[in-house]
């Protein structure tokens, strides 16, 4: 299986060929990988040894004596289904492929003679595709298993709590009533309480999942300590607490909008947010937090009017997080932003609303790093120019390194668009990411490689 070491191989790759100068090419190829590499010369071989080892990724050729690559990883597919497939195959073995394809489920097949960059590259990916699907199957269970857990805590305070729509109060006593829950796990019954003070909110304004989403990335990228990831993540749930008690109307309305006594109101929430959860010491740290979100670089925001590195590090990031998804949400101003312009309003406001290097990272996470952090949509993926390929239709607009727009949202590429866009990205000496709407149908698209020396791809 694949472990992440410092010191050791992260996967374990099992290379299968009748031909030793096959197999030694192959060595050569992968040799400063950090992968543990097995070699078979048949198919039983390789079968001997998947009985013996955990393996993540087998690549075979396809024309072998006794059993043919499709046979084997066919057979690898029936008893090891999590072991990845790939075929290393020639133009004359189209039968062989199509039945790897059919009865095998392969990976992808890789045409000899082959690319070392392009092998490893395609190695590479492959891993990266598995072990994101372990991991997606594994953060399944959990959330399978917290949400019964959720289910029982649910049961227990349902008979404590005559309603969810609890003004300040009832509200404060719920926490209250749930302090011996939360010494014990106080992570997941802060995810508790945010489904609680969600049903206060209309469904378009119940923000606290995505800017959780969006706390929990930039902490696992930029690799946040433990503690300051908890607080974060516990403020990114409750920080907008002190909201409970707005009226409808109030919450109704975007806050570039609001006067006098109701913009006095909303200048309160960050700091009526930290007074309900000052009693509760684990969360503490992350009332700080919630009381300083709303604070600015340049030193005018509320309710303390903190200027630059004074305002807490945390409380930076989460008021990144929280302007990036409201703005989307049509909570800060009257009109809803798209992400995109949102990202180039929050970069524009860099140095005065913003920590500007946090600022740069955060903008950096979303477009660039991460890019996939934030889709809500999973009809969206994310592609740089060199994968694009004619009668892609744009999910997004697509903005030049300096914010100039290049192409609009429902865009329909074409080859000289695509060339186009490779020429202009080389000139700025930059990379694009370029969000692409999947087809209806269940066929991909068809991804076709450029090779380097090709004038149009410099």
């Known amino acids: 299986m694949i472990v992440e070491r410092d010191d ?263 700091e009526l947010g930290e007074n309900l959860l000052m009693t509760l010491e684990p969360v503490q740290d992350a009332g700080r937090l919630i009381r300083h979100h709303q604070e600015r670089w340049d030193g005018h925001g509320f309710p303390d009017r903190l200027e630059g590195e004074a305002i807490p590090f945390g409380s930076r990031l989460l008021k990144l997080c929280v302007d990036f998804i409201e703005l989307q949400r049509g909570m800060f101003l009257e009109r809803r932003l798209s992400r995109d312009e949102a990202l180039l309003l929050m970069k524009k406001y860099k140095g005065r609303l913003y920590d500007p290097q946090l600022c740069d990272c955060f903008i950096e996470l979303c477009t660039t790093l991460a890019p996939d952090l934030v889709l809500a949509d999973a009809s969206i993926m994310a592609l740089d120019t060199r994968r694009l390929s004619a009668g892609m239709i744009l999910a997004r607009n697509l903005h030049a390194t300096n914010g100039m727009l290049l192409l609009n949202e429902g865009k329909q590429l074409t080859q000289q668009l695509i060339s186009k866009l490779i020429t202009f990205e080389a000139s700025e000496g930059g990379r694009y990411t370029v969000f692409i709407r999947k087809p209806e149908s269940d066929a991909p698209f068809k991804m076709e490689r450029r090779d380097e020396h090709d004038p149009v791809a410099g």
């Not at 790759?13 to 040799?31: A, G, Q, T």
């Not at 992968?35 to 001997?48: D, K, M, N, P, T």
């Not at 087998?58 to 990845?84: E, F, H, N, Y």
Request: proline content about 2%; overall charge negative; some cysteine.
């Open 8 to 270: 050791g191989p992260i996967a374990t790759v099992l290379l299968v060929d009748d031909e030793e100068n096959i197999l030694s090419s192959l060595r050569r190829v992968l040799r400063n990988e950090r992968y543990l590499l097995l070699f078979a010369s048949s198919g039983a071989v390789a079968l001997e040894l998947l009985e013996q080892h955990e393996v993540d990724l087998i690549v075979s050729d396809a024309r072998m004596p006794g059993m043919d690559g499709a046979t084997l990883l066919a057979k690898v597919q029936q008893g090891w289904p999590g072991c990845l497939r790939i075929l290393l195959t020639g133009y004359a073995d189209i039968t062989t492929t199509i039945k790897a394809i059919n009865e095998g489920q392969i990976y992808r097949y890789i045409s000899k003679p082959w690319d070392d960059d392009e092998l490893r590259l395609i190695i590479r990916q492959a891993l990266a595709f598995e072990f994101s699907e372990r991991e997606r199957q594994r953060l399944e269970r959990l959330t399978q298993e917290q949400n019964a857990h959720l289910q029982e805590l649910n049961e227990t305070l349902e008979r404590r709590v005559q309603a969810r729509t609890a003004e300040l109060e009832e509200t404060a006593g719920m926490l209250d009533v749930a302090y011996a829950e939360l010494r014990r796990s106080y992570v997941t019954a802060t995810e508790v309480f945010a489904g609680l003070v969600n049903q206060r909110f209309n469904k378009d304004r119940q923000t606290n999942a995505q800017v959780v989403a969006l706390i929990k990335g930039y902490a696992e990228h930029y690799q946040l300590d433990e503690r300051t990831s908890n607080d974060l993540a516990m403020a990114a749930a409750l920080y907008n607490i002190g909201k409970l008690t707005w009226s409808d109307q109030l919450l109704a309305r975007p806050s570039d909008l609001l006067y006098k006594e109701e913009r006095a109101r909303y200048r309160k929430y960050p």
